[in-house]
């Protein structure tokens, strides 16, 4: 039996990681210099990844300005992105359903809950895990397994729900059923390994998911 939904939140409910690769492309543009769209496309969804956005600058750049011109860019970018479609019905059907509704983020508590707050999603969660709550980030299963743990419920009796590869191999290694609703900036990735594959959170349909899962 289902009892939970767990959301990562970056790219699943609102599209930060477009809007971020976005804004490193306004301070390139900014500066004319060339921007290598695809190089910062990989680094979507990763914990760590080491690659230097500003090396294209040259070694005397003041990459403490360019780094306040891209946070300027990004808040603009993401203060002007909606809540994707289909998270709303979709939590609001597992609530109806008495399922317990949780977030599993690789990004820190201060982005995490300031958006959610912004947009008023906050009540919408039961528990909130991001990075350094628990030992290691995703791939490692440790967040989705910290989720698991305060609802008291083990892993294939929850839907996880995520855009990455990394995130999506995060939860698959926590035991739970894995839902991959990739972005225009992770489509790319590998999800061969997840148990199903949706355009948008719109086509998640929780009756169909708890029939699918349930079984």
């Given at each position: 039996?289902?009892?939970?939904?767990i959301?990562?939140?970056?790219g699943?409910i609102l599209d930060?990681?477009t809007a971020?690769?976005d804004?490193?492309g306004?301070?390139?543009?900014?500066?004319?210099?060339?921007?290598d769209?695809?190089l910062f496309?990989r680094?979507?969804g990763?914990?760590d990844?080491a690659?230097d956005?500003?090396r294209?600058?040259?070694?005397?750049?003041?990459?403490e300005?360019?780094e306040a011109e891209?946070?300027a860019?990004?808040?603009?970018?993401?203060e002007a992105?909606?809540i994707?479609?289909?998270f709303?019905?979709?939590v609001?059907d597992?609530r109806?359903?008495g399922?317990?509704?949780?977030l599993?983020?690789?990004?820190?508590?201060?982005h995490v809950?300031?958006?959610?707050?912004r947009?008023?999603?906050?009540?919408?969660f039961?528990?909130?895990a991001?990075r350094?709550d628990?030992?290691s980030?995703?791939?490692?299963?440790?967040l989705y397994?910290l989720?698991?743990?305060?609802f008291g419920?083990?892993?294939h009796e929850?839907?996880?729900f995520?855009?990455?590869?990394?995130?999506?191999?995060?939860?698959k290694r926590?035991?739970?059923w894995?839902?991959?609703?990739p972005?225009?900036s992770?489509?790319?990735?590998?999800?061969?390994?997840v148990?199903l594959r949706?355009?948008?959170?719109a086509d998640c349909r929780?009756?169909?998911?708890?029939?699918?899962?349930?079984?």
């Open positions: 039996m289902i009892r939970a939904l959301f990562d939140f970056d699943l930060t990681e971020l690769i804004a490193y306004d301070v390139h543009q900014a500066h004319g210099v060339a921007f769209r695809p496309a680094s979507v990763h914990a990844y690659f956005p500003w294209t600058f040259g070694p005397g750049a003041d990459r300005k360019l891209r946070r860019f990004n808040k603009a970018r993401n992105q909606e994707l479609p289909g709303l019905a979709l609001g597992a109806k359903a399922l317990k509704v949780g599993a983020s690789n990004s820190g508590r201060e809950e300031g958006h959610l707050s947009l008023g999603l906050m009540g919408h039961d528990y909130v991001c350094g628990a030992p980030p995703k791939p490692e299963p440790d397994r989720v698991l743990n305060q419920i083990r892993g929850a839907i996880a995520e855009d990455s590869h990394t995130g999506t191999l995060a939860a926590a035991g739970i894995v839902v991959a609703v972005n225009s992770t489509h790319h990735h590998d999800f061969g390994h148990h949706a355009p948008s959170l929780l009756p169909g998911l708890l029939a699918r899962f349930s079984a």
